[in-house]
């Protein structure tokens, strides 16, 4: 009998082990599938970022799969570029109220970025049918620019594994974001730097394409800009016994300096192609006239140097509003600079030119210049300065150099090239050599 | 560059050194802008230790010049050192400006 019951007693020993150890399976194959889950999850949500270039992609992807994750009610994402471009995202949509949200980004900005929120955090409200949180920093280029979060888990409390699983997340795509915005300045680079080319090709189409034949003269022009584009131009136009000629250079550079340049050019050519025969003075006042208003709204001004040239008396006619240098040199005698007649143009509302003259014999050279040449840099820092200049026109109008416009042109590139050697060019460079040659 | 400023009986001075240029002009544009702003604004600029002068240098003294004018206001200079008068001859910009000798002269155009 006794020995009946203690095999009983056994069995059900032996019973109740084998329903505790089924229970015990059943935890751990149920903890088993969570964790398979959650491995799925965050390997779809790397998948999805290794193929993501848009920011609302990343940003809803996110959402979804982080609320999966920790198995939470709401999820939700605050992204600040800059102090007043600041979003906030959700999901589910309008689950959370938006200002809860900024006042817990506000608070977690104040803690730092290592700071992690959770519903036992006294110092962070949670209002409504908030019970509990956990939130991350997004972190770029070393500061906080968002925060990624959940809200209120499904079945239970978030645990201290969940807290590493939301940083985990807030590393994951504060990475992803910086990439993307990486990604995104370089195509706006690549954008910005194909339209300036095309500045550049419009711009360069703007100057003559070559040196127009003039009887009794021997022409020879060309301009380097600092940068794409640039603030300097000049133009030929020729018509029956007269030949003008026109260099001009906005104060500054780049794209405001090379419209404003356009502007200049296109006004000068107006003029010109209406009347062949216009004097220098009323031409310089005229562009004054017209594009005062435009220079002075924008704090600039132009330097421009108008001249007209004569093929029956070689006389050149010529009013200059404040360009420096001009370089005039008589054939085999002393170069000298040609002072400007007025002030540049847009300075005031009349140029208050005067209009000189002289002639241009065979062998004399008259070099218009930007101060891009005299103010070249070398590497100590040292400018070109003027004596150079005087020295190239005097070369040039020896007779014994037989100098023709274009090697007196490249005479003063190759003198500015070994002059700044290999120092960037700060300024546009422009140059047009007009010699004298047997009519 | 370097940039000393003072104010006497209401005239704004400031004394320039080294190059006033685009690569150092901010600062002195800044202050320009700044002094330039206020009505009737009296403003001297001193090139006694000036080296150097360009473009971008002129048109922000150009600009404050104009807006001071707007308001019976002006920007006179003084003390041209020898490459920054060159400049201002070359370009014609001495008609521009009223350009004086001495601070002192400065002073007493504006009547103080």
């Known amino acids: 009998m006794n020995t009946t019951t203690s095999a009983e007693d056994t069995i059900a020993q032996l019973q109740n082990q084998i329903a505790q150890l089924e229970s015990d399976v059943d935890l751990i194959t149920g903890e088993l599938v969570a964790r398979q889950d959650e491995l799925v999850t965050l390997y779809n949500l ?33 992204l600040s570029r800059t102090s007043e471009n600041i979003t906030t995202h959700q999901f589910p949509h309008n689950t959370l109220d938006e200002a809860l949200i900024m006042r817990w980004y506000a608070s977690l900005k104040v803690h730092g970025r290592d700071v992690m929120i959770t519903s036992d955090d006294t110092q962070f409200p949670l209002l409504g049918d908030v019970d509990a949180i956990i939130a991350a920093p997004i972190v770029m280029e070393k500061k906080i620019r968002g925060m990624v979060g959940v809200v209120n888990k499904k079945h239970g409390n978030f645990s201290a594994p969940d807290r590493k699983k939301a940083f985990a997340v807030g590393e994951q795509i504060s990475s992803q974001l910086e990439c993307i915005i990486l990604h995104e300045q370089i195509l706006a680079q690549a954008r910005m730097q194909s339209e300036l080319d095309l500045a550049r090709r419009v711009q360069h189409s703007l100057l003559p394409q070559g040196v127009p034949n003039i009887t009794g003269l021997d022409l020879a022009a060309g301009s380097t800009s600092a940068r794409e584009v640039g603030g300097d131009f000049y133009d030929f136009v020729a018509k029956d016994q007269q030949f003008v000629f026109a260099l001009g250079d906005v104060s500054g550079k780049g ?9 200049s050019r296109t006004t000068v050519r107006n003029l010109t192609a209406r009347d062949a025969t216009v004097c220098p003075l009323d031409l310089l006042e005229t562009v004054n006239n017209s594009l005062y208003d435009d220079f002075s709204d924008v704090s ?11 093929t029956q008396t070689r006389k050149v006619q010529y009013a200059n509003a404040g360009h420096s240098p001009v370089v005039y040199c008589p054939a085999n005698g002393k170069a000298r600079m040609l002072e400007a007649t007025g002030v540049p143009i847009g300075v005031f509302e009349a140029t208050l030119a005067e209009q000189e003259e002289l002639i241009l014999n065979a062998g004399d050279v008259l070099m218009i210049i930007t101060d891009g040449f005299p103010e070249a840099e070398n590497k100590k820092g040292e400018l070109m300065g003027y004596d150079i200049l005087f020295e190239i026109a005097e070369w040039g109008a020896n007779p014994d150099h037989n100098a023709s416009a274009e090697l007196i042109y490249q005479r003063m590139e190759l003198a500015v090239t070994n002059f700044s050697g290999d120092t960037a060019q700060t300024d546009d460079q422009t140059l047009v050599v007009i010699k004298g040659n047997a009519a | 560059m370097q940039l000393s400023e003072k ?4 005239v704004h001075i400031l004394l320039i050194e080294g190059r006033f ?3 150092t002009s901010t600062p002195a544009t800044e202050w320009l802008e700044e002094k330039s702003a ?7 600029i001193n090139f006694s230790k000036t080296e150097f002068i360009d473009s971008v240098a002129l048109a922000s003294l150009v600009s404050a010049m104009k807006r001071c004018r707007q308001t019976d206001g002006d920007v006179v200079l003084c003390e041209l050192s020898k490459p920054v008068k060159i400049i201002f001859e070359l370009t014609r910009l001495n008609r521009a400006f009223q350009i004086y000798e001495t601070e002192v002269d400065a002073m007493v155009g504006y009547g103080i």
């Not at chain 1, 290794?50 to 609320?67: G, H, K, P, Y």
């Not at chain 1, 794209?255 to 502007?263: Q, R, V």
């Not at chain 2, 104010?7 to 209401?10: H, I, K, M, Q, R």
């Open chain 1, 300 to 310: 600039m001004f132009a330097t421009m140097f108008v001249g007209a040239y004569n």
């Open chain 2, 38 to 44: 206020s009505t009737g604004a009296r403003i001297v």
């Open chain 1, 255 to 263: 794209m405001s300096a090379a419209l404003l340049m356009a502007m």
């Open chain 2, 21 to 23: 240029d685009a690569h």
């Open chain 1, 46 to 78: 790397a998948q999805a970022y290794s193929s993501i270039l848009s920011e609302d992609d990343l940003i809803n992807i996110t959402l979804r799969q982080m609320s999966e994750l920790l198995r939470s009610e709401s999820s939700f994402l605050v």
């Open chain 2, 7 to 10: 104010e006497l009986g209401g």
